[in-house]
């Protein structure tokens, strides 16, 4: 079934890094892609990045390109988001989630199981 | 950019069925994936690929689409329905996935 275990958030300044972290257990952590979802207090869902089994490939959502890096330690089943310049707007729960492919008729499609039960992050002065 | 547009709250009787749609362009040629969020906690898949449930979601739950228009109904619903739900799609243009704005489901 598998299980997520996320670390690392807490209050840092605005301008400031973070580094979150991600413990996966229960399935065979190098067979997936995996992303971080944030959630800001009151607010939707968001997905910020993935990436894909052997770490060569990662993408991103616009507003977090050039200051967040997703990686992951396959050895360790470790995934990671390194959090630099960080903004107000930054302010969330963080999961990290696994990545699932299906495909139905055709078409591929992607989404989230299991997810971790979230690291808040809080970018305040 | 790709948007998914959910009614911000639903409310249904003990027992009846809710239906909280999605809608969006082209969502008829995107697989939809719906979650749960109970408060306070992570989101839990209960639909996958329009339709599908997971192993452990109860049959109450299902998926359907037609055209633009994507629907997650609840029937009988239980007190522990009570939750935010959020529909899904991956976006294979831009690789992104993309989240609905959520439905509070209120079981009254």
């Known amino acids: 079934e598998g299980q997520l275990v996320e670390t690392g958030g807490g209050l840092v300044q605005p301008g400031g890094s973070l580094r979150l972290s991600c413990a996966a257990s229960g399935f065979t952590f190098s067979f997936y892609w995996m992303s971080w979802v944030r959630q800001a207090p009151g607010k939707g869902l968001e997905w910020v990045a993935n990436i894909n089994q052997d770490g060569s490939e990662a993408y991103y959502v616009d507003s977090v390109k050039g200051r967040f890096t997703i990686s992951r330690d396959i050895a360790k089943n470790s995934l990671s988001l390194q959090m630099n310049s960080l903004r107000a707007e930054d302010s969330a729960v963080y999961y990290c989630?696994?990545?699932?492919?299906?495909?139905?008729?055709?078409?591929?499609?992607?989404?989230?199981?299991?997810w971790g039960q979230g690291t808040l992050v809080t970018v305040s002065s | 950019s790709y948007e998914l547009t959910q009614p911000p709250s639903v409310s249904v009787a003990p027992g009846q069925t809710a239906r909280i749609s999605c809608g969006g362009d082209?969502?008829?040629?995107?697989?939809v994936h719906w979650y749960q969020q109970r408060p306070g906690q992570a989101p839990v898949v209960v639909v996958y690929d329009d339709g599908d449930r997971p192993s452990g979601v109860p049959e109450r739950f299902s998926g359907s689409k037609s055209g633009n228009t994507a629907t997650l109904a609840i029937s009988g619903a239980e007190a522990g329905d009570e939750a935010d739900y959020y529909c899904?799609?991956?976006?294979?243009?831009?690789?992104?996935?993309?989240f609905g704005t959520g439905t509070k489901v209120s079981v009254l």
């Open positions: 899904q799609v991956w976006d294979s243009s831009s690789d992104h996935y993309v």
């Open positions: 989630a696994r990545d699932l492919v299906t495909v139905l008729r055709g078409v591929p499609s992607r989404w989230f199981d299991p």
């Open positions: 082209n969502i008829g040629g995107n697989s």
